[in-house]
């Protein structure tokens, strides 16, 4: 089973700013399977970013991700008040799904 | 728009069975593109994939979950089931059903989730 470890678990930056969302896979992930989804409190997850970097429909072009075997990361250029929220990746594999533990995302 | 929403009983007992279903509304259960399925979210913390199942029978299931769960499809009402046996406490949590694209349109791999319900809390006390 891949294990997707995310950091930092949180981080405290202000609006404006720039935001780099880090997540580590415990094996080589294809870059086809890993996706990346934004959660605010009380809301399911919305999916932000699929095939590590293709922005879902509707998602703005703040928005980026990059990577490729072991190491993804998710990049909010200027972070604008509403994108302060929990951030997840994803990973497909073998037919399973799974999960890193979320990065924080709030404000200074 | 396709629409999920879970439902089934807010609180359920240690020891027996914890039953959701999520009815999909504005598209079909049964078409070829997808998987059905759910995700979990104890309070406070991060989400867990539970398993999913597709409208012709193929079901994949957590591995840490297997030997509890099953997922069913009842295409004639559109809906699929989450059944949860011998639950605990570390049961307790918010219960996502959501769509499983595996591939798009051409056979490409494109994993993704993409359509969620809005959830539902489920506490296992006494």
């Known amino acids: 089973e891949i294990v997707l470890t995310q950091s930092p678990g949180t981080l405290s930056l202000s609006p404006g700013e720039r935001a780099t969302l880090s997540c580590r896979a415990s094996q080589t992930v294809s870059t086809s399977y890993l996706a990346w989804y934004q959660q605010k409190p009380g809301q399911a997850p919305r999916l932000l970013i699929y095939g590590t970097s293709t922005r879902a429909t509707g998602i703005p072009d703040r928005f980026s991700g990059s990577g490729s075997g072991t190491d993804f990361s998710l990049t909010i250029s200027r972070l604008e008040p509403e994108d302060f929220a929990v951030y997840y990746c994803?990973?497909?594999?073998?037919?399973?799904?799974?999960f890193g533990q979320g990065t924080k995302v709030e404000i200074k | 728009q396709l629409q999920l929403q879970e439902s089934g009983p807010g609180l359920v007992k240690p020891s027996e069975t914890l039953s959701l279903t999520c009815t999909v509304s504005?598209?079909?259960?049964?078409?070829?593109?997808?998987?059905w399925g759910w995700i979990r979210q104890p309070p406070g913390k991060g989400l867990e994939w539970i398993g999913n199942m597709y409208y012709s029978g193929t079901t994949y299931y957590n591995p840490s979950l297997k030997s509890r769960v099953t997922i069913s499809i009842d295409t004639s009402k559109n809906q699929f089931s989450l059944k949860l046996r011998s639950v605990t406490a570390a049961d307790t949590a918010v219960y996502f059903c959501?769509?499983?694209?595996?591939?798009?349109?051409?056979?490409?791999?494109?994993?993704?989730?993409?359509?969620w319900g809005q959830g539902t809390l489920v506490t296992v006390s006494s």
């Open positions: 504005g598209g079909s259960i049964s078409s070829s593109s997808y998987y």
């Open positions: 959501a769509r499983h694209v595996i591939h798009d349109s051409s056979g490409y791999p494109k994993p993704l989730l993409d359509y």
């Open positions: 994803q990973q497909f594999g073998s037919s399973l799904w799974t």
